[in-house]
């Protein structure tokens, strides 16, 4: 900031020598071409009628990016290229815990990402802090994901949750509540609880640091005509 201020003031005015903040920048952004190669198998299970293991589908996806190109943590000229391997491990079911409701929708998934964050950037650039320069993590970025989805009798309500947890600390809870009066109204309200401090972590090592203070609540009122 001391230079930008001192030889803008400068340019400006060479025979003051005063500063005045005259230079200015911007980030350019660039979007390298990616080669992502993937494939996947799904499997469904089936037991016996009303267990857990019957009609659960298991899904395993995997994918290769060769020379990916990351943002380079000093936001320098010379990038991070280096080969991604992304896998993810899914799991989803409806299973009926009561006569009186309908099935619930459950989802669970485990994602690994070897080289970057779920946000894409760079996992060389974890760990920092005001005063010291990021460490870094090793092995890779880890998420659980649970997903839940249970109407209620009518179908007039229905009940979501969602959790993302980064085995790093980072915990991301959003529980959902949507309302269907009729054919044409339909409201949704939700809140999102963002913490990047579980258990005494790291918090410069988990994703949710980036926006752990952005707890909200919103509200969506729908007619369809």
Same mark, same amino acid.
Request: aromatic content about 16%; charged content about 20%.
């Given at each position: 900031?001391?230079? /930008?201020?001192?030889?803008?003031?400068?340019?400006?005015?060479?025979?003051?020598?005063?500063?005045?903040?005259?230079?200015?920048?911007?980030?350019?952004?660039?979007?390298?071409?990616?080669?992502?190669?993937?494939?996947?198998?799904?499997?469904?299970?089936?037991?016996?009628?009303?267990?857990?293991?019957?009609?659960?589908?298991?899904?395993?996806?995997?994918?290769?990016?060769?020379?990916?190109?990351?943002?380079?943590?000093?936001?320098?000229?010379?990038?991070?290229?280096?080969?991604?391997?992304?896998?993810?491990?899914?799991?989803?079911?409806?299973?009926? /815990?009561?006569?009186?409701?309908?099935?619930?929708?459950?989802?669970?998934?485990?994602?690994?990402?070897?080289?970057?964050?779920?946000?894409?950037?760079?996992?060389?650039?974890?760990?920092?802090?005001?005063?010291?320069?990021?460490?870094?993590?090793?092995?890779?970025?880890?998420?659980?994901?649970?997903?839940?989805?249970?109407?209620?009798?009518?179908?007039?309500?229905?009940?979501?949750?969602?959790?993302?947890?980064?085995?790093?600390?980072?915990? /991301?809870?959003?529980?959902?509540?949507?309302?269907?009066?009729?054919?044409?109204?339909?409201?949704?309200? /939700?809140?999102?609880?963002?913490?990047?401090?579980?258990?005494?972590?790291?918090?410069?090592?988990?994703?949710?640091?980036?926006?752990?203070?952005?707890?909200?609540?919103?509200?969506?009122?729908?007619?369809?005509?």
């Amino acid at each position: 900031d001391l230079f /930008f201020i001192l030889t803008g003031g400068f340019l400006n005015n060479p025979l003051s020598g005063q500063g005045g903040g005259g230079l200015r920048g911007h980030i350019e952004r660039t979007y390298h071409r990616e080669d992502v190669f993937g494939t996947g198998i799904s499997y469904v299970f089936s037991g016996e009628p009303g267990s857990w293991t019957d009609q659960l589908i298991l899904n395993f996806e995997v994918s290769f990016t060769p020379d990916k190109t990351f943002t380079p943590i000093d936001l320098g000229q010379e990038y991070i290229v280096e080969d991604e391997y992304v896998t993810a491990l899914v799991l989803e079911k409806y299973q009926r /815990f009561s006569r009186s409701f309908p099935a619930t929708y459950m989802v669970f998934q485990w994602m690994h990402r070897s080289e970057s964050d779920l946000f894409g950037r760079h996992l060389s650039g974890m760990g920092g802090t005001v005063n010291n320069t990021p460490k870094g993590v090793d092995g890779g970025w880890n998420g659980l994901v649970l997903a839940l989805q249970q109407p209620f009798p009518g179908l007039v309500w229905r009940a979501d949750l969602s959790v993302l947890y980064d085995t790093r600390g980072g915990l /991301f809870v959003q529980p959902a509540l949507k309302w269907k009066p009729s054919g044409n109204w339909n409201i949704e309200m /939700f809140y999102n609880h963002m913490d990047g401090y579980v258990d005494g972590a790291n918090e410069n090592e988990n994703i949710m640091q980036t926006v752990d203070w952005a707890d909200e609540f919103g509200l969506r009122v729908a007619y369809q005509f």
